[in-house]
């Protein structure tokens, strides 16, 4: 089983876990931009976050047979902080490195004016650089949250936008709106295994993203693999599992992680798209 995981922060994870994921089956990762728990104050911070997630952590990761890319923005929740806001301004030049394969992760929290402005700028960005945008749905109100994301990404092609952190409740208006559909697998909240492969009988696997999303928190970054058992377990092909777990996130970023890079490739950010 190969494990493409679009969503996982490795930034809070350790050495053991990269190794416990390429037993697992895990090749390749997207690691987007988020809240790290402890508030930023300036964007002096976000850049040296940027800075890491651009070299030391592919660079990591390469050490352990695993590809590392990732997805840049002023996540929502920081966004209502003024003291970001400059984020907006130094974003563009980060969107030009080659190992940037989408902005992300924008969206809401708590769907204020201030998440509103940065949100639609960096859609504005997204564009402009040609990239796909992952976008994050609230813990909070999430079908109200949901419904005014897709109001908001309408001027974006829907094959170029992944709308995440899906559940029963939300997942058929994405579905319905040709987005592509992302599930968070954790070990109690969210989605877990059982839940998504019901959604996947229901819904089919086109479009369908899976990932541990795995952080500072309780979570696990084995947890597609898990999906992909369960998969197996209710009766889908080993076809189905690649495409969901494979294929379908290597078709969204636009990248062929089959070209596994090494840890010297990094060290110029010169990783290309496509690979």
């Known amino acids: 089983m190969r494990i493409f995981d679009p969503h996982i922060h490795m930034t809070s994870r350790t050495t053991d876990d990269y190794e416990r994921m390429h037993d697992a089956g895990v090749r390749a990762v997207v690691e987007p931009a988020f809240w790290l728990g402890q508030p930023r104050t300036n964007v002096g911070s976000f850049l ?35 003291r970001c806001e400059g984020v907006l301004d130094e974003l563009p030049r ?18 204020t004016p201030a998440e509103d402005r940065a949100f639609e700028a960096q859609l504005a960005m997204a564009a402009e650089h040609d990239l796909p945008v992952l ?22 092609p829907p094959e170029r936008v992944l709308i995440d952190h899906l559940n029963e409740v939300t997942v058929g208006m994405v579905a319905d709106s040709g ?51 369960a998969m197996r377990a209710a009766g889908f092909t080993e076809d189905d599992v690649d495409r969901v777990l494979w294929r379908n996130p290597s078709a969204f970023y636009g990248v062929a992680p089959e070209a596994q890079a090494t840890g010297a490739d990094y060290a110029g950010n010169t990783i290309k798209r496509g690979g």
């Open 94 to 111: 980060y969107l030009l490195k080659e190992s940037v394969v989408a902005v992300g992760e924008v969206g809401y929290d708590s769907m």
């Open 179 to 229: 987005c592509w559909m992302g599930f968070s697998i954790y070990p109690d909240t969210k989605m877990d295994p059982g839940r998504m492969v019901a959604i996947l009988q229901e819904y089919g696997t086109e479009r369908m993203l899976v990932n541990s999303a795995a952080d500072w928190g309780r979570s696990d970054p084995l947890r597609t693999r898990a999906v992909g058992d």
């Open 135 to 156: 976008v994050h749905t609230p813990h909070r109100d999430k079908a109200e949250g949901t419904r005014r994301t897709l109001d908001v990404v309408k001027g974006l």
């Open 48 to 82: 040296d976050y940027f800075d890491a997630l651009l070299g030391w952590e592919p660079y990591r990761a390469a050490q352990h047979g695993i590809r590392h890319l990732c997805a840049l923005a002023l996540n929502p929740k920081e966004a209502n902080d003024p």
